[in-house]
Structures are given as structure tokens and as C-alpha cells.
């Protein structure tokens, strides 16, 4: 039942108005109310399997969560629940426009721009308090409802988090359209991500308001990614002259790589906004360190330019995608083939099993199977133990997504392995040099030396990956 509903209709006690909109989730409709005579948003999403139940606990409890918010700057959620296999909310509908439109004519006045900050800002903090996360601020997620006041709204809360594990639930142009918005955390798939990634977001939505242009415009997912992790904070007086330049501080300050130099609310990014609009420079205080989670503490400043942010489980899994989409990788020295996560180690030689395990694993991982995503995906994991097959589980569906997307193609030359055995033999971290071919189709290919570090552990006389990181950025 992907097919729009026809007006007059009836779905879950609710008669079908019209079409509102439409995206990879699903659809939302005007409709009446089931129960009261007033008009409501139903936000319907796609059929799911069976092999979803999680997605859909998740955003049954998120729904819930979002319910008991009472706040003029949020949405409000009437109800939720399950129809004909699909999930559905009817939510407060405001008659008016989003901030995505409006910023289809150009850059908004800096005096309009702070007082929708402000007001998002609000909702923000609210909900942070209440202990939820946003996860998508952007320009289409906040409402401005017709009337000589335009009261501003925040909608889709908790509807990222809950689908965020599903790349069913999302067309790859959508979730392109998150990460012009999306902090270098999430990237990164740090620990410790808190309310500082709503504030980065909220930055990233000041900038475009007061400018018109996004503020890392990339053509590829890879280079948008690359630009959030890497790129300078932009300032917004460079971009447009006209935008006071105590913005400039603002946005760098809401936008810093590290999350811990940002804003700790959103309130306070909008006070300093408010503040940028009468003062010629704004110089913003260092924000005291919180301390991290799950000895997860934040860098002190950028790292060097041999060795960029890319250092975490996600970006490992990402690189193809990022810096050559899915690897080829073949003639790796020192493996066997890529169908297999290694033999069991020889008792004999742990060392050279825990190197051509590694090898082959890395040749697994970037072997993207274009015919077989899925099943790809399940060899993935079958390798994997400990602290990367927990990550991998949320890793791959985005992995898949954005493979999937990017155009250029990557082969291996060669790859070499090398092991640091534990003192009992059951644990080795191997480094892994590869010798990469890049090249989109018709163009020239480049030569690349990534590198990738493993920790290979012996699981029942298998060796499975337990680390995979890669740590670095290529220029």
C-alpha cells in the first residue's frame, strides 16, 4: 500500500483531505479528526516487514515520548499507532510554510532569521531537557504558520532517531539532504553524542538563513562528509557582505568540529544570535569541557593533516563510499579470496593467520556486492565480534545507502598485512596498506595508499574482527 490515498477516504478513523506530501518514509495527508472537528496532519509510513520490529518499537516509543511534550514551538502529536502493516501519527496541523521554502527566494532579513532561531531554539532545549534529541534540524523540519506573527514550529521530532537504523524507511536523496545539517559526530559515530549535535544543526540553519547558500555545498555525499569532518567553520559575512559580521563568531562557534567547543544549548546560540545583530564582532567565550562518556573524551583541537578525523567504526565503513565508493579489491597479497573471513588459525603460525584473516576480512568489507546487498551485508557481520559487530549493525544500512549512490569505482592493487600478536596468541591488531585505483566511469583512475587498522581476536579457531577503523582522510 505504497499509493497515495484518495481524498474521501477513511484510514485509522481518519478522513483522507488531500495530499500534503509525500518522501521516502511515506506520506503525509490533511485529514479530519477521528474524534474532535479540527484538522490534523497523518503522517503515514511505508509498509515494513516483519524482520522490522525493532524500527517500528522505536518509533512507537519515540511517538510517545513526543506526545507528552506541551510546547507552543513544537508540533503536537494527537496519536499514534498501526494500520493495514503501516505506522501512522496524527499530528497538529499548521496552515502555512516551512523554512525550506521560504529560503527558495534568497537569504532571509538577519532580524526575521533570529527570531525563528529563537524560537527553535526553544523548542530544542525543551525537549533536551525531556531527554530527546531532535537528530534532523533542518529548514524542512521547521514550520512558520500564516498570521502576522508566523509562530515558528518544530516538527518531525524523534522520527530520525527512530528510523535511523533503516535504510528502507529513506530514499538516498532524503537522507543527502540530512547531512548538509548533520555534525561531524555522527560521522564519526562517537559515544558521546549529546545535545551539542541539535546545536550544530541549528548553526548549520542559521548560516543558510542568513546567507541563502548551504554552508558546505558539496556535489557528492562523500565531499559533504569530508567538508562537515574537515572544511573550515564558513563565515557568513564572506559569503554575503550584507550579514552583520557578529555572525561570523557564531556560526563558528555553533559549528565547531568539536562538540565540546560549541554551545552547550541551543538557547544560548540564539541568545548570541541575538546579540550578533547589533554588535560589529562578537567574541565568544570558551565553553568549560564536560566531560565525556565511556572514556570517550573529545580531542583537544583538529588533528594534524596526515591524520584527519575519519578514525571511528563508521568511517571505516563509509570510506568506499567516501573516497571511492565500494573497493574491489582484488590481488591482495598475503589472503585467500573475498568470500571468506579467514581459515582457522594454524596453531603453529598465529601471527601470519591473524594477518591473512585481517586481509581477508578488509577484502570482505570493501567488496561491496552490488548484486547481493544484503547478503553482503550478513558476510559483514558473520565476521565481526565485540565492539565492531555492535557498531557494524548500525554502520552497514548507512553504508549500503550511500554505496549505493555514489558513482566512482575502486579496485586494489595489492594489500599488504601486518600483526602485533598479544602475549596468549588469541588477539592481534593488524595494520592493513592497500594500493587503490579510483576512477568514476569514462574518467582517469588515481593511485591511493589508504590505510586501515584492525584488531583481529581467535573466536571457536576463527579469527574475527573486533576493531576496524580507518584513520585518515586522503587530500
Known amino acids: 500500500m505504497n499509493g497515495a490515498l484518495e481524498p474521501g477516504a477513511v484510514f485509522a478513523g481518519y478522513r483522507i483531505e488531500r495530499l500534503l506530501g509525500t518522501g521516502g518514509m511515506g506520506q503525509v495527508y490533511l485529514a479530519r479528526d477521528r474524534d474532535l472537528p479540527r484538522p490534523v496532519a497523518l503522517k503515514l509510513l511505508n509498509p515494513m516487514t516483519g524482520d522490522e520490529q525493532e524500527v517500528r518499537a522505536r518509533f512507537l516509543r519515540e511517538t510517545d515520548t513526543v506526545a507528552r511534550f506541551a510546547h507552543p514551538n513544537i508540533v503536537a502529536v494527537y496519536a499514534r499507532g498501526e494500520e493495514q502493516n503501516r505506522l501512522w501519527m496524527a499530528m497538529q496541523y499548521i496552515e502555512g510554510t516551512d523554512v525550506a521554502a521560504v529560503l527558495r527566494d534568497g537569504p532571509v532579513r538577519p532580524d526575521h532569521t533570529v527570531r525563528i532561531i529563537e524560537e527553535t531554539a526553544r523548542a530544542l532545549d525543551h525537549a533536551h531537557t525531556a531527554g530527546v534529541l531532535h537528530r534532523d534540524v533542518k529548514p524542512a523540519n521547521i514550520l512558520l504558520a500564516w498570521g502576522e506573527h508566523q509562530r515558528v514550529y518544530l516538527s518531525d521530532f524523534g522520527i530520525a532517531k527512530a528510523v535511523d537504523r533503516s535504510d528502507g524507511l529513506t530514499r538516498t536523496g532524503e537522507l543527502y539532504a540530512s547531512f548538509h545539517y548533520a555534525a561531524p559526530e555522527y560521522f564519526e559515530m562517537r559515544p558521546d553524542i549529546d545535545r551539542r549535535a541539535d546545536v550544530y544543526s541549528l548553526g548549520c540553519t542559521l548560516y543558510y538563513l542568513l546567507t541563502g547558500r548551504l554552508p558546505y555545498p558539496a556535489a557528492t555525499t562523500g565531499a559533504l562528509i569530508n567538508a562537515h569532518l574537515n572544511a573550515p567553520v564558513p563565515r557568513p559575512s564572506a559569503a554575503d557582505p550584507r550579514v552583520p559580521r557578529g555572525f561570523d563568531g557564531v556560526i563558528a ?9 560549541r554551545f552547550p544549548s541551543c538557547g544560548e546560540l540564539a541568545l548570541a544570535a541575538r546579540r550578533a545583530l547589533t554588535e560589529p564582532a562578537v567574541t565568544m567565550p570558551a565553553t568549560p569541557p564536560v566531560p565525556p562518556i565511556a572514556q570517550s573524551a573529545p580531542p583537544p583541537g583538529r588533528p594534524s593533516r596526515g591524520r584527519r578525523r575519519i578514525a571511528t567504526a563508521l568511517a571505516a ?7 571511492g565508493t565500494a573497493a574491489w579489491l582484488t590481488g591482495i597479497s598475503r589472503t585467500g579470496t573475498a568470500d571468506s573471513a579467514g581459515p582457522p588459525a594454524p596453531p603453529a603460525d598465529a601471527e601470519a593467520a591473524a594477518e591473512q584473516a585481517a586481509c581477508a576480512y ?41 554505496i549505493s549512490a555514489d558513482p566512482e569505482r575502486s579496485r586494489v592493487q595489492e594489500a599488504t598485512c601486518t600483526a602485533t600478536m598479544s602475549a596468549g596468541g588469541t588477539r592481534a591488531e593488524v595494520q592493513v596498506q ?7 566511469p569514462g574518467a582517469a583512475e588515481t593511485s591511493r595508499e589508504p590505510s586501515v587498522s584492525t584488531v583481529m581476536e581467535l573466536v571457536d579457531g576463527r579469527w574475527l574482527c573486533s576493531v576496524f577503523n580507518a584513520p585518515f582522510m586522503p587530500e
Open 253 to 261: 562557534k555553533a559549528m565547531a568540529k568539536n562538540p565540546y567547543a
Open 317 to 323: 565503513a563509509l570510506a568506499p563510499a567516501i573516497f
Open 362 to 402: 578488509t577484502t570482505l568489507v570493501g567488496t561491496y556486492d552490488y548484486a547481493d546487498p544484503a547478503g553482503w551485508e550478513q558476510q559483514v557481520q558473520a565476521g565481526a565480534t565485540g565492539q565492531w559487530k555492535s557498531q557494524a549493525e548500525t554502520v552497514l544500512p548507512m553504508a549500503r545507502v550511500l
Open 434 to 440: 592497500l594500493t587503490t585505483l579510483d576512477a568514476e
